[in-house]
């Protein structure tokens, strides 16, 4: 904070008020507003310590990850909604509204602008993969545990890396590719012991998984030109209304007149709507924790925050819906989150010795 200062008035001619005393001629300079003051933005959390803040955000982010994740099992599987492309168009509306409000009125972030047809075209191409990875996942929760679901979205790193040796040819380490093997290990074990295994569920979430890390891939190569290059919440601002138009004839083709069974479902169980709607806002809050964990830490601490969070929610799936688990599938699951804190590790020590 910058103190008040002081200014004394010199009289440049001595006739006028010479009774007037030194102070009357002492004027007070108002402090100088911050940035944020003057721009009318205050940051989130800033009467917050650093610590404090720190872990309000990161339990912000385990609980909306873990929440939208039990919410979709609950509505897909247990409360008979069965329409997991529409819930993903709400998900991708509600998306793009309250980017729109977080960027715009609350200006979290600057905004940025498309500034060509090609970068357009390139945002388009990733919200189709985007798009087949969400639906595919939601699909997932349908047929399978979100315990298992989990054990196989943990595998993301392993077609990372094989999308990024296919498309880009580019090539890591042997040490990094040996802490693969511990992944798809420990996917196997937990395939084979699932009690609740169902094939088509099974390929849908390795779908979603393998989608998931070739958005990853795409964008990098995509958008690595610095004036292309969108801010994460700027580029789900985009990102967002174009998936749900994308989503719309495809809800309507495989999922009928859903809006209309939504409306009347409503009129006879108006829990419904709460539902969705809080669905859909934790679906937000995701995306809006994701960029406030890197921002407040750093990526390596998100990625290793994921591993963590895949535990909590099997377990918490299996402490909610109560499905079986075996002894072999915990084993599994456990190998799989080792290799990828292996990989993690030997992702990092590569990049140290490459410089």
């Known amino acids: 904070m910058v103190e008040a200062q002081k200014w004394t008035r010199r009289m440049s001619n001595p006739r006028l008020d010479t009774a007037a005393t030194s102070d009357d001629h002492v004027l007070d300079i108002p402090t100088t507003p911050t940035a944020e003051v003057r721009n009318g933005i205050y940051t989130f959390g800033s009467h917050l310590t650093p610590n404090l803040l720190t872990a309000v955000i990161i339990a912000s982010w385990f609980m909306s990850n873990t929440g939208v994740l039990l919410l979709n099992k609950y509505l897909l599987s247990f409360y008979g909604y069965r329409y997991p492309i529409f819930l993903t168009m709400l998900h991708m509306l509600s998306c793009a509204s309250y980017s729109y409000i977080a960027i715009n009125f609350l200006e979290i972030v600057p905004k940025q602008h498309i500034l060509s047809k090609k970068q357009f075209f390139k945002i388009f191409a990733l919200c189709a993969i985007f798009c087949f990875s969400v639906v595919c996942g939601n699909t997932s929760l349908r047929y399978i545990p979100v315990s298992f679901n989990q054990a196989i979205g943990a595998t993301t790193p392993f077609f990372t890396a094989i999308f990024a040796f296919i498309i880009t040819c580019k090539k890591e380490s042997v040490k990094v590719y040996f802490a693969l093997l511990p992944v798809v290990f420990g996917i196997v074990l937990a395939t084979n012991s699932e009690p609740l295994f169902n094939l088509f569920g099974f390929l849908v979430c390795i779908g979603s998984t393998a989608g998931r890390a070739l958005k990853s891939v795409v964008q990098g190569i995509l958008l690595t030109n610095e004036a292309e290059k969108l801010h994460s919440m700027n580029l789900l601002l985009y990102i967002a209304p174009m998936a749900a138009l994308i989503l719309l004839p495809f809800s309507l083709y ?102």
């Open 254 to 355: 495989n999922e009928g007149n859903v809006a209309r069974i939504t409306l009347e479902k409503a009129t006879t169980d108006s829990f419904i709507i709460l539902l969705l709607i809080g669905n859909a806002t934790v679906a937000y809050l995701v995306n809006l924790t994701n960029f406030l964990v890197t921002k407040h830490t750093s990526a390596l601490t998100l990625q290793v925050l994921g591993n963590a969070k895949a535990a909590l929610a099997a377990f918490v799936s299996v402490m909610v819906f109560r499905n079986p688990v075996t002894m072999t599938g915990v084993t599994g699951f456990a190998v799989t989150i080792m290799g990828i804190v292996l990989y993690s590790e030997a992702k990092k020590r590569s990049k140290i010795t490459t410089f």
